[in-house]
């Protein structure tokens, strides 16, 4: 059965740093494809960064590029999104998902398994 786990949310002032993290088991991430996705409250869940399987190529939203890197760690099966420079736009509860497809896909309905979530809140 695959869970996937995020964690590293919390409570953060604007400006600052925060890493997720996305723990599987059932799943290795080197064979799959990992987006992060976030869901804003009274908004839809929006694309935020992937990396794709085998090699790894990395895309961004518009919104995160220069701000937001996503990584794998294939020892530790876990996949990262390390935050930076944090605005209270970035507020958010932030998934992570995998897909078997290989390439750079931004659409959510492409991605078969999904964390739960973790909270991150940017205070002004």
């Known amino acids: 059965q695959v869970q996937l786990v995020e964690s590293g949310g919390g409570l953060v002032q604007a400006g600052g740093s925060l890493r997720l993290s996305c723990a599987a088991s059932?799943?290795?991430?080197?064979?799959?494809?990992t987006g992060w996705f976030r869901q804003a409250p009274g908004k839809e869940r929006e694309f935020v960064a992937t990396?794709?399987?085998?090699?790894?190529?990395?895309y961004y939203a518009d919104s995160v590029k220069g701000r937001f890197t996503v990584s794998r760690d294939n020892a530790k099966n876990t996949v990262y999104l390390q935050m930076t420079s944090l605005k209270p736009e970035d507020t958010a509860v932030y998934y992570c998902?995998?897909?078997?497809?290989?390439?750079?896909?931004?659409?959510?309905?492409?991605?078969?398994?999904w964390g739960q979530g973790t909270q991150v809140t940017v205070s002004s």
């Open positions: 998902a995998t897909t078997l497809q290989n390439g750079i896909f931004t659409t959510s309905r492409i991605y078969d398994y």
């Open positions: 059932g799943l290795t991430f080197s064979t799959y494809g």
């Open positions: 990396i794709s399987r085998r090699l790894g190529n990395t």
